[in-house]
């Protein structure tokens, strides 16, 4: 059985009891991280830690918790799990209230949760195989950029894209796609170009699409931020997504169109492979 932290104590999962009057459970009104760990060690930490402040402030949530504290939680629950590839999923949520939309007094507890799961990133078949993904209008909220536990819509995709015999979805709006269900979405374009949207309210801004950014200016590849709709993504050599716990897998399908040859490009495997030695050489 697991070990998971609740609010300042280690206790095994099967203990770990919150109230019926939790926000994060009545409205939803709560944030979250998921940092991968490779061979018992986080990948990125800081910059989990960083957005995790970007989400608590625009959602007014105050954490007393700080950096040194959340580091020792997510060691310590890796070391009582013997967690050796996988994930830690950290929750903040407004704390217990009777019913009520007004947010409680500034100071009211707040609820913390982390937990680990075990994951196989390195070694993932979809990294191999590649994935196939259907087109689905955006029809979340407007903050898309806040790391809400809000996520139906992302449920209610990815349920949509089973049903067509697909790994996922990537979500149009107003023409232009802005990311996956639970990823960043980017593309290849024949002149060899890596194209993903823009950040904005629109999409979240990923830690793997920032290190993967930076990975492509380093290596003098060409990176264009802007929009593109799905018909050219259907269009384009290559097309991959990234995220946390996938690192980067190949799109080989879109709307039963392959993609290129239909198989997971040359461009793609590289950068995969660039993230992994990135995150193998960050890990603390
Ligand atoms: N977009 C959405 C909607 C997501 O849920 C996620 C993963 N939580 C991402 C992008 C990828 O972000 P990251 O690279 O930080 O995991």
């Known amino acids: 059985m697991r070990?998971?932290?609740?609010?300042?104590?280690?206790?095994?999962?099967?203990?770990?009891?919150?109230?019926?009057?939790?926000?994060?459970?009545?409205?939803?009104?709560?944030?979250?991280?998921v940092t991968a760990v490779l061979q018992g060690r986080l990948v990125d930490f800081d910059l989990h830690l960083a957005r995790l402040a970007r989400s608590l402030g625009e959602m007014a949530l105050q954490l007393s918790l700080d950096r040194e504290q959340?580091?020792?939680?997510?060691?310590?629950?890796?070391?009582r799990n013997q967690l050796q590839e996988g994930l830690v999923y950290m929750q903040v949520s407004r704390g217990v209230q009777d019913r009520n939309f007004l947010y409680p007094p500034v100071g009211s507890p707040l609820t913390v949760v982390l937990y680990?799961?075990?994951?196989?990133?390195?070694?993932?078949?979809?990294?191999?195989?590649?994935?196939?993904?259907?087109?689905?209008?955006?029809?979340?909220?407007?903050?898309?950029?806040?790391?809400?536990?809000?996520?139906l819509y992302a449920c209610m995709a990815k349920e949509q894209a089973r049903a067509q015999g697909?790994?996922?979805?990537?979500?149009?709006?107003?023409?232009?796609?802005?990311?996956?269900?639970?990823?960043?979405?980017?593309?290849?374009?024949?002149?060899?170009?890596?194209?993903?949207?823009?950040?904005?309210?629109?999409?979240?801004?990923?830690?793997?699409?920032g290190a993967l950014i930076a990975l492509v200016k380093e290596h003098d590849l060409r990176l264009e931020?802007?929009?593109?709709?799905?018909?050219?993504a259907q269009g384009a050599t290559e097309a991959f997504i990234t995220s946390s716990t996938s690192f980067i897998y190949p799109v080989v399908n879109i709307d039963g169109h392959p993609v290129g040859d239909?198989?997971?490009g040359p461009l793609t495997r590289r950068l995969r492979q660039l993230y992994i030695d990135h995150a193998l050489a960050v890990i603390a």
């Open 262 to 264: 239909g198989k997971p």
């Open 3 to 33: 070990t998971v932290y609740l609010n300042g104590e280690f206790v095994p999962e099967s203990e770990a009891k919150i109230s019926v009057f939790d926000r994060g459970f009545m409205f939803a009104d709560g944030i979250y991280e």
């Open 166 to 209: 697909a790994d996922d979805a990537w979500l149009v709006k107003d023409g232009w796609i802005t990311e996956g269900t639970s990823n960043n979405a980017f593309i290849i374009t024949h002149d060899g170009a890596v194209v993903t949207r823009e950040l904005s309210r629109a999409l979240l801004p990923g830690i793997t699409r």
């Open 225 to 232: 931020e802007r929009a593109y709709t799905l018909e050219e």
């Open 70 to 79: 959340l580091l020792a939680i997510h060691q310590e629950l890796i070391t």
């Open 116 to 151: 680990t799961q075990a994951k196989v990133v390195l070694d993932s078949p979809l990294a191999k195989r590649g994935m196939s993904i259907i087109g689905l209008p955006d029809l979340r909220w407007g903050r898309s950029d806040i790391k809400t536990t809000q996520l």
